[in-house]
């Protein structure tokens, strides 16, 4: 099993910045990338980010390429997600993932942002 926590959520008003943190423990030898999906309300869980396990390989939605940035630290077992220029419509709860595979096997429990206008 892997557990995931994240941290890092927030009040922020639309232009600014916010860093999410997500530590992994337990078999994560298992694991091959880490991701960050996010729900805003009433709508479907998405991809927004995606990391390989090495740190070689990266994936970003159009929607937030050039805002957001995905990193890793493979002493901590640690994923970021620095999140700059935010937007109302970046509102929504952010959920770490693990992959095994091409798949997610592992969900964090989420953290909410909220962006004012």
């Known amino acids: 099993q892997v557990q995931l926590v994240e941290s890092g959520g927030g009040l922020v008003q639309a232009g600014g910045s916010l860093r999410l943190s997500c530590a992994a423990s337990?078999?994560?030898?298992?694991?091959?990338?880490m991701g960050w999906f996010r729900q805003a309300p009433g709508k479907e869980r998405e991809l927004v980010t995606r990391i390989s396990w090495s740190g070689s390989s990266t994936y970003y939605a159009n929607s937030i390429k050039g805002r957001f940035t995905i990193s890793r630290d493979n002493a901590k077992n640690t994923v970021y997600l620095q999140m700059n220029s935010l937007k109302p419509e970046d509102t929504a709860v952010y959920y770490c993932a693990a992959y095994r595979g091409s798949s997610v096997d592992y969900w964090g429990k989420g953290t909410l942002v909220t962006v004012s206008s």
């Open positions: 337990g078999r994560t030898f298992s694991i091959n990338a």
